[in-house]
């Protein structure tokens, strides 16, 4: 079983995090949470991924706090700072990860951290590899065209956010990227939320991120 731990920022404060471990020297990978916050569905990610051989990191980018329903959501998202979530906390996650004495590591995020997922990719050194689900991040936080890492992507044809002509841009812009359609609507993954989760697309794109990772770290 995993276990909350604290790690240090590059501007010195400390983060938590949820941490999953596979074994020293084995590839890693920081797990990015959606909108909700640190909830049981990204902890048991973490597991899921350290069973597969990854040592697993999530940040707690809420410090703590979940959301019960949709409104509390969206304003903990929309108050969250993205560009200090991403050059602090998810780098942080990076230098504590590489000190731990991993192998390559990557970036994989859902919904929110789908954006942050793209935004890594874009902004921190280090990141090896990237695989984004149903985000993407405003432009002023990411340009897609300045990645140079492999990217993945798994979407949703149903997605009133990420619908399928910000998919189309984002393809064009970086047209190096894997990117996967799913007939099935936003947060399809989600096991938690039965009312969008599909299992035979989740079991698919699991399978595709593994195999995707499985070649890039």
Same mark, same amino acid.
């Given at each position: 079983?995993? =276990?909350?731990?604290?790690?240090?920022?590059?501007?010195?404060?400390?983060?938590?995090?949820?941490? #999953?471990?596979?074994?020293?020297?084995?590839?890693?990978?920081? !797990?990015?949470?959606?909108?909700?916050?640190?909830?049981?569905?990204?902890?048991?990610?973490?597991?899921?991924?350290?069973?597969?051989?990854?040592?697993?990191?999530?940040?707690?980018?809420?410090?703590?706090?979940?959301?019960?329903?949709?409104?509390?959501?969206?304003? &903990?998202?929309?108050?969250?700072? $993205?560009?200090?979530?991403?050059? =602090?906390? %998810? #780098?942080?996650? %990076?230098?504590? %990860?590489?000190?731990?004495?991993?192998?390559?590591?990557? !970036?994989?995020? $859902?919904?929110?951290?789908?954006?942050?997922?793209? #935004?890594?990719?874009?902004?921190?050194?280090? !990141?090896?590899?990237?695989?984004?689900?149903?985000?993407?991040?405003?432009?002023?936080?990411?340009?897609?065209?300045?990645?140079?890492?492999? /990217? =993945?992507?798994? +979407?949703?044809?149903?997605?009133?956010? !990420?619908?399928?002509? /910000?998919?189309?841009?984002?393809?064009?812009? &970086?047209?190096?990227?894997?990117?996967?359609?799913?007939?099935?609507?936003?947060? +399809? +993954?989600?096991?938690?939320?039965?009312?969008?989760?599909?299992?035979?697309?989740?079991?698919?794109?699991?399978?595709?991120?593994?195999?995707? $990772?499985?070649?890039?770290?």
């Amino acid at each position: 079983m995993g =276990q909350m731990i604290e790690f240090k920022r590059p501007d010195g404060q400390t983060s938590k995090g949820y941490t #999953a471990l596979a074994g020293t020297g084995k590839p890693a990978l920081v !797990v990015i949470q959606e909108w909700w916050g640190l909830k049981p569905h990204i902890l048991e990610l973490c597991e899921r991924f350290a069973a597969a051989g990854y040592n697993a990191l999530a940040p707690d980018l809420y410090r703590g706090r979940i959301a019960a329903d949709a409104d509390e959501a969206s304003h &903990l998202m929309q108050n969250l700072n $993205f560009v200090d979530a991403c050059d =602090q906390d %998810l #780098a942080g996650a %990076l230098a504590h %990860l590489r000190d731990a004495g991993t192998g390559h590591i990557g !970036v994989v995020g $859902f919904c929110m951290g789908g954006a942050l997922t793209i #935004a890594a990719a874009a902004r921190l050194p280090g !990141v090896a590899a990237a695989s984004c689900f149903y985000g993407m991040p405003p432009a002023q936080l990411a340009d897609p065209a300045t990645i140079r890492i492999p /990217v =993945q992507g798994h +979407f949703a044809n149903r997605d009133d956010w !990420v619908t399928p002509a /910000v998919v189309d841009a984002f393809a064009k812009a &970086l047209p190096s990227a894997e990117v996967h359609r799913y007939e099935a609507d936003h947060a +399809f +993954f989600n096991s938690s939320r039965p009312e969008v989760f599909d299992a035979q697309c989740a079991k698919l794109a699991w399978e595709r991120t593994l195999a995707f $990772f499985g070649r890039t770290l």
